[in-house]
Structure formats: C-alpha cells, structure tokens
C-alpha cells in the first residue's frame, strides 16, 4: 500500500487540507495518508524544517513526505521533488527538505508549474500531483529536470567554550511551551537563558509544579521547559534567543 505523509501549516479550519487530500487520493485511491501536522506556524519554513527532522526517516522505504510550508508560494522559487534513503518528498526548494538534501546520495528534480495552477496554492496543483506520480511508482527522474541547487539549510551547532560550556540558541517552542535549543550535554549542568540559571534535569518531573528546568529531549539537544506549563510564556523568548550551558566542575 502506497504511503504519504502530510505536514503543512494550513490549519484545519478551511479545507485546504482535504483539497490536497483528493488529489492525492483521485489520482492513488489506495494511498494511505498520514496527517503528521497541519498547525506548524504560519510560514515558519525553520520549524517546518526542524519537524521534519525528526520523522522523515522513522517512514519505511516508498514513503512520500508532502511538505508545505511555502511563503513565497507562486514566485520563482524552484518546486521539487526529492529522492534520499528510499524515501521521496515533494515541497518548496525554500530549505524545509533539507535534511533529505543533507545525506550522501540525495537527489532532487524540479517539478514544472502545470498550466492553469493556482499561484497561491501550490499544494494542491502541483506538489499533490507530483506525490500521486511517486505513490503510483514513476521514477524520481521522470518528474523534472535534475537539479543541484537545492537549498540546505543546517542546524547551527552550538559554540564549545574554553571552560567546557556551550554559547547556542533557541531553534523553536514546541506546542508545549518547550524552547528547545542546539545545545547538547552528557552530565549535568546549568543553562542561562534570559537571566534565569536553570539546572539539568533527567525528567520533567523532577522538579516542582510551575517550576523551571532544562531536559535532554529525545532528539539530543537541550530543551527549557516548565513542569506543567510554558517556558516560552515564563520567559518571553522564543527562536534566536541565546542560551549558554554551563558545565559542572567545568566539564567538557
């Protein structure tokens, strides 16, 4: 059975979804459709980049990853499709595909603009289409013309300090108010972040209701939340605020 997954910034309140969704399944009726996530911020292609990260190579083989996060939608940026590790994926050449491009081997074809396509919603008229074309089997190649200019956008890699801390940032608040950030730590610690110092826990509850900590999320990288709420509203920062880790003993 042919897999597709979904993951826009759409919202599900005007149907915009479902328009994309029928040309999925008219043109591959027996495609199953993944609803990853339809509520990234509008337009925020660095967190659209960030969750696809997380789950484009947890899909078998065949699987066709829809990304639509495209605010310049109907401009000249390049649409296309790409190729990595067995899977596929179609969207916008505006950095959200990146970490497909970022494997040996990936490749990636632009797709033409059809005729009478919407120049507000690509979705639909151009990247749904070419989905169907991968879930029936068409090649890669066969969609378009090679293409090797691909945006790559990397996620910044936290400065070592000479003291065996860490100078980062905040790469996104997820839904739970957690900044999560690209930082990284084994051991414990303390994280600075807009004036507050905030120790290393093991597990969300290990601190107080209410209360501040920071936590190894399950990607690597150092998150701030708070036990039962949100460190974005605690705090008042969100992407690019600056984070520095603060190791014990002076670690590395």
Partial sequence: MPLATLLTDFGTADGYVAEMKGVLLTGAPTAQLVDVS???????VEFARLTFARYWRRFPAGTVHLVVVDPKVGTSRTAIAVESDGRYAVG?????LSPMMLLPGARAVTLDVPQGASATFHGRDVFAPAAVRLLRGDPLDSLGTPYSEAL????PEAQRRADGGQDGVVLAADHFGNLVTN??????GTVEIAGRLVRIE???A???EGELLAVVGSNGLIEIAVNGGSAARMLGVGHGAPVTLRREGGAA
Avoid: S
């Fill in 202 to 204: 093991r597990t969300y």
């Fill in 92 to 96: 916008p050449d505006n950095g959200v």
């Fill in 38 to 44: 339809h509520d990234v911020p509008a337009q925020d």
């Fill in 206 to 208: 290990d601190v107080t």
């Fill in 152 to 155: 790559v956008m990397r996620t």
């Fill in 183 to 188: 930082l990284t730590a084994r051991g414990g």
